[in-house]
């Protein structure tokens, strides 16, 4: 599967909020070292303050507004604060190591930007960029402390560790209202999903089911490759669910025909991988699917459609689909022939290694293939009860 793409919207989000925050990061920090310069040269609580690298360091600061700007337009802003930090810190370090060295009781204790750093790292809602500013900051105190040793140490990386608490409070707050979005979200699109499901099905009464089942084979067989997140599996389980969705378009004549299909009705039936691709490649939250969608006809041998892929050229998940909808195609009853058993269907994949399908993928299949009738069971089993509940309900409507 592609790498996931990110909605836009999030993007511009991350952007604005990078924007407003080195915005105010050159605000405090030039405000902090302006009062700061302005307090020692009236001596009003530092005497006698010795030279610092201050105008390098801002220097150095600005230097990297080109930086952030082409990260900006390449779409990397993720990067940008990272780097800003991590640039900062170190050369305020050496900063302070530089002046301080031969007057550690003239050592500030810390500085606002710190205090900056540590408040607001929490408004990207990453938990990774909270960590690295946390410990950088308490870091560099620790280097400081080792070699400085100023009397007032103690006071700013107490400060320092008591920030970083409240950081991560607020990122745990963020974080929270983040997900309870997502989840919501994600509970509209799965009944969007389901929905679509239940419009093919009402079209073609023989595929009642079959989405789900591919969906939960598919899920069990990539979970076995051990390769993939959380997310990215929920993202290929949408895919699956969608994988038929071109078929709606397929005239109803053709879609439950009997008997053999011609040749002209079999390349409109083919034509369900594109359409279908076609139908969610605009849909923010399900264009992850659309190599699956397209792809999971195609063969290992290249003899596949639409695009006649060949080996690993495929996409990796879209293999693993064929892999599960070949084998509820054939466990399924159809206009033009009834399903076969499920060990029958076993079979028959392990005869297309090598051929229909990917050599290592049929290896995995033959690990998870219990699994997979239990799948075929439970679904069997809640259609017979769906059915006798009908049928119940038809009669007493009589």
């Known amino acids: 599967m592609k790498k996931h793409i990110i909605d836009p919207n999030i993007r511009n989000e991350e952007t604005r909020t990078l924007k407003w925050f080195l915005v105010l990061f050159y605000i405090i920090s030039i405000a902090f070292d302006i009062i700061y310069s302005f307090i020692s040269k009236n001596g009003l609580h530092i005497k006698n303050t010795p030279y610092n690298l201050i105008y390098w360091i801002y220097l150095l600061m600005f230097l990297l507004l080109p930086v952030a700007r082409y990260a900006i337009k390449k779409q990397k802003s993720y990067y940008i604060k990272y780097i800003y930090f991590l640039t900062y810190t170190f050369i305020t370090l050496i900063n302070d190591v530089v002046t301080y060295g031969g007057h550690p009781e003239k050592y500030p204790g810390g500085s606002a930007v710190e205090i900056f750093w540590l408040l607001l790292s929490a408004i990207f809602v990453s938990k990774p960029f909270v960590i690295v500013v946390s410990s950088g900051i308490i870091l560099k105190y620790i280097i400081i402390g080792i070699l400085i040793s100023p009397p007032n140490l103690v006071i700013g990386l107490i400060l320092a560790v008591t920030l970083s608490i409240f950081s991560f409070i607020l990122l745990s707050r963020f974080q929270s209202y983040v997900n309870a979005i997502k989840s919501s979200y994600d509970e509209q699109l799965t009944g969007l999903v389901k929905g679509v499901i239940a419009t093919l099905e009402l ?196």
């Open 203 to 398: 079209k073609d009464p023989y595929t009642r089911g079959h989405s789900e089942r591919v969906a939960g084979y598919a899920l069990e067989l990539a979970k076995a490759t051990q390769k993939y997140k959380e997310k990215e599996l929920k993202d290929f389980e949408f895919a699956c669910l969608l994988h038929d969705i071109g078929k709606i378009h397929i005239p109803d004549q053709i879609l439950m025909k009997p008997s053999r299909l011609t040749n002209q009705e079999y390349e409109i039936i083919k034509s369900h991988t594109n359409v279908g691709a076609d139908a969610v490649s605009k849909v923010v939250g399900l264009n992850s699917s659309i190599e699956v969608i397209r792809s999971h006809h195609e063969r290992w041998d290249g003899n596949g459609y639409p695009d006649q892929l060949k080996g690993e050229k495929i996409p990796f998940l879209a293999r693993v689909a064929a892999i599960a909808d070949a084998f509820d195609a054939m466990t399924s009853n159809r206009s033009y022939r009834n399903a076969l058993s499920v060990d029958e269907a076993y079979k028959r994949i392990l005869e297309g290694m090598g051929t229909q399908f990917d050599p290592k993928l049929v290896d995995l299949f033959k690990q998870v293939y219990p699994t997979w009738k239990e799948i075929h069971e439970k679904s069997a089993n809640e259609i017979s009860e769906k059915d006798i509940s009908n049928l119940v309900i038809s009669n007493l409507r009589r």
